[in-house]
């Protein structure tokens, strides 16, 4: 196991609320939907959305997705596959999310000019390339008490600061385990986080806001991020005096079923009441 401190917490953050799509509704339009609920809740209620930073978590159905939310099931403690595989950071540009923009470092990084070291692997494209329920089952908006323009600020530094934290080689670990290259283990184990979560890790921490309490950063991932937003709600709100606020919809789990009975499967236990006839 993975060492992280547990919340104390007895309770989920109350500004965390399942919030399901609706029949045809794109990612983008779930999160545009799911900000404006969040907009009149409790904790965002009558603040500047200036005032906040969202980030939004992504659960995939391909198979890397698969390898990487089976990887994170080590901070769990029923050791299920996490519901996650990636986090974004959001931009929304103006008041509205539908033209919203998004920054990543994703594990494929995509052909073109910009060579992957100049910007430490750092990506930004359209909210609506990641609009397909059925490739991003699983999603989640999260504001943050921070400044947008205060991230935005330390995002610039840390494009340029690869001695802070190098993404690429984050991206190099996961891609040798995610693809099964030699005897490569669990980068997580070896503290190397998921690339955007490292990221994120990073900047939020250069505008004095630990995202994560309890794990090291360079060992960032969603799951933990997801982890400390629904628990660590008291120490959020001793440090800021807010909480983080969310909305999720998570349809896509793994069919596990663990077997019947004291240490016997059901097929076990049938086959042993076979043979007793």
């Known amino acids: ?68 939310r089976v990887a994170q099931s080590h901070l769990r403690r029923d050791m299920l596959p996490s519901y996650w595989s990636d986090v974004i950071l959001i931009e929304p540009q103006g008041a509205s999310f539908s033209a919203a923009l998004t920054v990543h470092v994703p594990l494929s990084q995509p052909g073109g000019a910009a060579f992957p070291a100049r910007e430490n692997g750092v990506i930004i494209r359209p909210l609506s390339d990641f609009d397909s329920v059925d490739n991003f089952p699983n999603i989640a908006l999260i504001a943050l008490p921070v400044p947008h323009a205060e991230i935005a600020k330390r995002l610039e530094t840390f494009k340029r600061a690869r001695s802070t934290l190098d993404a690429l080689e984050h991206v190099l670990r996961w891609l040798a385990f995610a693809w099964g290259v030699t005897r490569t283990s669990n980068p997580l184990h070896e503290n190397y986080g998921i690339p955007s979560a490292c990221m994120l890790e990073t900047v939020f921490a250069a505008a004095s806001f630990d995202l994560t309490p309890g794990l090291e950063s360079r060992a960032s991932c969603p799951e933990a991020i997801w982890s400390a937003a629904k628990y660590w709600h008291d120490y959020f709100e001793k440090a800021t005096g807010k909480v983080p606020s969310g909305r999720f919809d998570h349809p896509h789990r793994y069919p596990i079923v663990e077997p019947k009975g004291p240490g016997r499967s059901s097929a076990s236990a049938k086959k042993a009441r076979a043979g007793k006839r």
């Open 1 to 68: 196991m993975l060492r992280q401190a547990r919340s104390g917490s007895t309770q989920a953050n109350r500004e965390f609320h399942e919030y399901l799509h609706t029949s045809g509704e794109t990612n983008s339009q779930w999160i545009e939907r799911a900000a404006m609920d969040m907009s009149t809740a409790k904790a965002m209620a009558n603040q500047k959305p200036d005032d906040w930073t969202y980030i939004a978590l992504l659960g995939g159905s391909d198979t890397v997705s698969f390898r990487l």
